[in-house]
């Protein structure tokens, strides 16, 4: 029983390393950082986005500040030719914009969190892609080295290959 135990294993772990080598890991890692390069592009283009919408919400809110100045300039000169019914058509739209304002100062605070949330994660992301780059980068240098037949440098010789190759050479010095 010991015996199919050990037969069975053997098999599964060839079959495991047949299926490594057909999925082909750098194959794999190539394609995960070219998915990992479209999705820091893509955020990269959502921060710019957000950008342009951060410009037109100041465009908009220096206009309504703007208003609100010339309201107050107009809004003096009707309370000083005592004009109470102008004065309260320039009231009105002054309230409307101190509300449109605040709904502006809103949006912007929103869209800076947003923004500062967007730029870390294209940071932490940016981080991750250098490292996969990199790891893919040795594993590629790692097979090129293996199909390219380079001589192994002397330094990466195991102590067990040369007790190995000290008895050969003995055995074999014994036998001539």
Known sequence: MALITRLSRLFEADFHAVLDRIEEPDLQLKQAVREM?????????????????AEQLARATSGVLADLKGFDEELDICLAAKKDDLARDLLRRKLAGDRQLQVLKHQSAGIDAQQRQLAADIEEQSQQLNSMKQKLELLVSE??????????????????????????????????
Request: cysteine-free.
């Open 37 to 53: 390069q479209f999705a820091l592009d893509q955020d990269r283009q959502r921060l710019k986005l957000l950008q342009h919408e």
């Open 143 to 176: 097979d090129t080295a293996a199909a390219g037949g380079e001589f192994a440098r002397a330094d990466s010789i195991r102590n067990e290959e040369i007790e190995i190759a000290l008895l050969r050479e003995k055995e074999r010095r014994a036998k001539s």
